[in-house]
Structures are given as C-alpha cells and as structure tokens.
C-alpha cells in the first residue's frame, strides 16, 4: 500500500514537472529603480507599487532624477456598455472595459517601452431586480481587471530589453 502511494506520488511530481508548470517567482527587471510618475490616489498605482515592491528586484524612488527608468501613466479609463437587452427592454448583459496606456523612459527621453495601451474586458449578466448586487459584482469585476492589467504590465516590462 506503502509503496503504491510512493508511486503515485511520483508519478503525479514527474507529470507535474514534464509539462512545464512552475510558480511565477518574481520578475527580474532590466533596471535597479523606477519612479511612478502617478497620482497619489491611484488605485492602479497602488496596486502597482505593491506588486513591484513583493513581485520584482526594483526599488521604488520617490525622486525622478534618482530613477533609472521612469513609469507614466497616460490614461486609465474604465467603460461599461450594454451588450445585449431582453423583449421588454431591459439590460440583461453588460460589457466592462478598462484601458491603461503607459509608458516607460530613462528620464532622457529615450523610451524603455514606448506608449503601450493595455487593455481587458469582460462580459457580465445584469439583474436589474437586483441593482446593489449587480453594482458590487461590477466593483469586484474591476477590481479583478485592475490586477490583470498590472500582471500584463509587469510581464512586458520583464521583458524589455534595454
């Protein structure tokens, strides 16, 4: 029985391994500080700053001229549109958009990663018998697009090849 749950055991960390799967482990980034040229009340800054902070071997500067790369936000904006009605009118499905344009430079003007827009979506059914439910589930919904645009964000910025 022993021996059986061994096997399995291995069986199970050898096929585990042999398909490539690995925690994320943190991101190396081809500077040693950064500035984050946002504003102070920044949801998406926020996030940013504490997944760069746990995530990544860079040090968050308070001063531009003491970074060796500078993050800007350009726009982030948040959309929602409706997607689809029922017989009487009403809103059944609804769409949410959130888009971030950033840009990173060495603070001489020469681009790390030109203006880039980041974007996510998602499809939501709506209850309008429901509205307090529907808006806390569109919160959270955004809340979840916010972390998977910061994730798009540090992924390309691992990436950039200075």
Same mark, same amino acid.
């Given at each position: 029985?022993? /021996? ?27 500077? $040693?500080?950064?500035?984050?040229? =946002?504003?102070?009340? #920044? #949801?998406?800054?926020?996030? =940013?700053?504490?997944? =760069? /902070?746990? !995530? ?8 531009? $001229? ?6 800007? *936000? ?8 409706? +997607?689809? *009605? ?5 809103? @059944?499905? *609804? @769409? ?5 344009? +950033? ?5 001489? !003007?020469?681009?790390? =990663?030109? #203006? ?5 979506? /998602? $499809? *939501?059914?709506?209850?309008? /018998?429901? +509205?307090?439910? #529907? &808006? ?9 697009? &916010?972390? $998977?645009? +910061? &994730?798009?964000?540090? @992924? @390309?910025?691992?990436?950039? &090849?200075?």
């Amino acid at each position: 029985m022993r /021996r059986r749950a061994l096997l399995l055991g291995s069986a199970c960390a050898l096929g585990l391994s042999a398909c490539g799967f690995r925690l994320r482990g943190s991101a190396t980034l081809p500077f $040693d500080t950064l500035y984050l040229a =946002l504003p102070a009340n #920044s #949801s998406f800054g926020a996030e =940013l700053a504490r997944n =760069l /902070r746990a !995530g990544t071997n860079v040090k968050l500067v308070d001063k531009r $001229d003491e970074a060796q790369a500078i993050l800007e *936000v350009g726009a982030d904006t948040r959309d929602r549109e409706v +997607v689809s *009605v029922n017989a009487q009118g009403q809103v @059944r499905e *609804v @769409r949410l958009r959130q888009t971030v344009t +950033v840009r990173v430079t060495d603070g001489k !003007g020469r681009d790390f =990663l030109p #203006s880039t827009t980041l974007f996510t979506r /998602r $499809d *939501v059914s709506y209850d309008e /018998r429901q +509205v307090l439910a #529907s &808006q806390a589930e569109e919160a959270l919904i955004y809340r979840d697009m &916010q972390t $998977d645009l +910061v &994730q798009q964000l540090l @992924r @390309r910025l691992s990436a950039l &090849q200075p």
